[in-house]
């Protein structure tokens, strides 16, 4: 069977020619060679690549290992090997072989996108795993592009597609080439939201003809916003900002399009640092009395549970406009009264006492609100609401009933001014927590002295280490000792001083346990117990051993 080199350097002219420019790493002049190629050339190039693939990873892990082998002083007889040395050897070698073949990835890369015939081949060699780079670099982009788009039509769309598809994050190596091929070619970019995640994460490109398709895409794709979040509109408009900025200006955007793009935004939701870009794209929209007029409901929409910064926005623009129907305008302002932000909660109020004033007959139908701000957990927005509850005390009618009901929400000393006009049971305030007193504590009373001082007797044994002397008491066993018999207990007694129990010589661990150094010096003859002289434990008292 004819081996993958035999078969290389037997190949035709043009073959070891393209074989060389890769092995050389001559990627420009590659390049240009497969594009010069004959349809019989670049079909014996398709042909023999995954071969050449093969034999370059074959001599590159062949290399990593003599070179491995020759730094540890290791020979090639793996059975005498350290085993660190056998179970970490598969693993340098595939890192020492990815090194390597990285080199080699652009121009590998470029000879298959020039000469494999099937689109999905192409893809899939492309995005190999030996062969996707860390980081594309521009001048590899270029070499690919060119071999690419000198393809069919067709097959370029289909090929631009398919990568596109393989876009997984905003930092894919592959996201440069993608956006390039798609410039290229005019090629319609396919629904898929981390090509237009990648594409905003890119640099902003002048006149970039994919505008007009990504741009309203970004309303919807999934992470946009967080991709955008730190564009600023001041001092100056920041790279997206300003250029959105310039298309408006130069009537290649529509404002229509954009604000409902932002309206729609809203509406799906998302906490404050992605939406963080669309509130300030809003801003910079700027939307006139009539445009936000026709997004009115949509506005509304958003009072409730829209994160701050958006409830703000929404709420400036419904205030821009009007008139409102009185229902809408009860509904919103009772959901802003009802929100923890108590600068909306204050803004709904202001609205109120602005409706109050103008349209009396509308008193009743705001006192849901005005009550369910009493309960609101800021108490400059309940001291605003007992304000106004009292300055427009008169023109409530059947609202009375709910203000009463609402002032137990009050503290006290709000409380007892709008129940002294509206009625109402205040709620005294609470007595502060006062804990109990402690029981006295009794007095220490010391055992009777003097306390003897303990002497152990020489030769004595305790839990303690041998020794080159013998055997020595423990200074842990002496303090315990001296600790228990210096306490209020009747000193020296047989209860007070737990026995000593020496262990029986020759005595053998548990099972399945291995006896430690220590043990096994204890298991060694062990000398008399401690005894007591009786001018210490006195002479009624036995010896605490047994």
Known sequence: MTSATQVHEHGSPAWQEVRDLITERRTRFLADRVLALTEAERIEVARLLPELLTELREAAARRARESWMAGNDLDDDEASWPESARNNLDLLIEFDVREELEQLAGPLRVAGAGTISGSAATVAWLTRRELRPRQ?????????????????????????????????????PGAPLVLALLRAGGIEPPPHDPLVVAWVSSPVVTSDPLVTTLLPRIFEAQGVGRALREERLTPAPTRWLGLIRRLLASGRLSRDQLLDGCVSRFLRGGDAADLRFFVRLHTLLDPAPAEAAARARDYLRLLPAAPGTVAELALA??????????????????????????????????????????????????????????????YEVQSRAVQLALKHAARFEKGTVLIAEAVPSLPVDLGARVAAV???????APAPFAPPPLPPSKPWAASPGPRPRWALSAGTHTTGRRSSGGWRASSRSQRTIARRCASSWPPCSVTAVPPCTPRRAGSTPRSGSSPSPRRRSLRAPIPACPTLSPSVRGPDRASPCV
């Open 136 to 172: 594309q670099t521009p001048s590899d982009t270029e070499h690919l592009l060119r071999v690419l788009t000198a393809r069919p039509a067709a097959w370029h769309a289909d090929v631009t597609t398919r990568l596109a598809g393989k876009i997984r994050t905003a930092a894919d």
């Open 317 to 378: 623009q419904v205030r821009r406009t009007g008139p409102h129907d009185s229902a809408d305008v009860a509904e919103a302002i009772g959901v802003l009264v009802f929100r923890a932000e108590a600068k909306l909660a204050r803004a709904g109020l202001s609205w109120l006492d602005e409706r109050v004033r103008r349209s009396p007959a509308t008193a009743d139908e705001l006192a849901p609100a005005l009550a369910t701000a009493f309960a609101h957990t800021s």
């Open 422 to 428: 509206f009625g109402g049971d205040t709620t005294e």
